[in-house]
């Protein structure tokens, strides 16, 4: 597992020329979007239920029908240096990731990135209802973790 701390030209290897995932683990949902080989398009690809116990089946297709070549995966870092409880669940998650996908996974700092979130769909029009469902939050919340970190690694 690799974190944002890495030489960044140790990511650029990793992630070039390659489709990315990023998915955004809340409590009930985890959000995912993936971008192109090229990193030009990133696209919110919905969420997977955690409470799904069909969820790494769901995961593991989605990632190879769009033939992910890496994953990431935020975490929430805050101010202070504390260490939100969900991070340990993120931790796992991620780990899991790693050995049932086989993928390179980049842990990122994904810190407000559900408020971004909302700001960006109350910004292009969205309405509450919209905003409420099922998900919506979530995957543009893990579009926004990619392209931050797409933009970040150049």
Do not use: N
């Given at each position: 597992?690799?974190?944002?701390?890495?030489?960044?030209?140790?990511?650029?290897s990793?992630?070039?020329?390659?489709?990315?995932?990023?998915?955004?683990?809340?409590?009930?949902?985890?959000?995912w979007?993936?971008?192109?080989e090229?990193?030009?398009?990133?696209t919110?690809k919905?969420?997977?239920?955690?409470?799904?116990p069909?969820?790494?089946?769901?995961?593991?297709e989605?990632?190879e029908?769009?033939?992910?070549?890496?994953?990431?995966?935020?975490?929430?870092l805050?101010?202070?240096g504390?260490?939100?409880?969900?991070?340990?669940?993120?931790?796992?998650?991620?780990r899991?990731?790693?050995?049932?996908?086989?993928?390179?996974?980049?842990l990122?700092?994904?810190?407000?990135?559900?408020?971004?979130?909302?700001?960006?769909?109350?910004e292009?029009?969205?309405?509450?209802?919209?905003?409420?469902?099922?998900?919506?939050?979530?995957e543009?919340?893990?579009?926004?973790i990619?392209?931050?970190?797409?933009?970040?690694?150049?």
């Amino acid at each position: 597992m690799y974190d944002t701390s890495v030489d960044p030209r140790s990511l650029r290897s990793i992630v070039h020329r390659r489709r990315g995932a990023a998915f955004d683990y809340g409590t009930k949902r985890i959000g995912w979007a993936v971008c192109d080989e090229y990193h030009v398009t990133i696209t919110p690809k919905g969420m997977f239920d955690r409470q799904s116990p069909s969820l790494w089946d769901d995961i593991l297709e989605a990632l190879e029908r769009e033939r992910i070549g890496f994953c990431l995966v935020g975490v929430p870092l805050r101010d202070d240096g504390t260490i939100p409880p969900v991070t340990f669940e993120i931790d796992r998650f991620s780990r899991e990731l790693e050995e049932r996908s086989s993928l390179p996974v980049i842990l990122v700092d994904e810190s407000f990135s559900s408020r971004r979130a909302v700001a960006t769909m109350l910004e292009i029009g969205d309405r509450r209802s919209t905003r409420r469902r099922r998900g919506r939050t979530d995957e543009i919340a893990a579009a926004l973790i990619l392209r931050d970190f797409l933009e970040d690694a150049g």
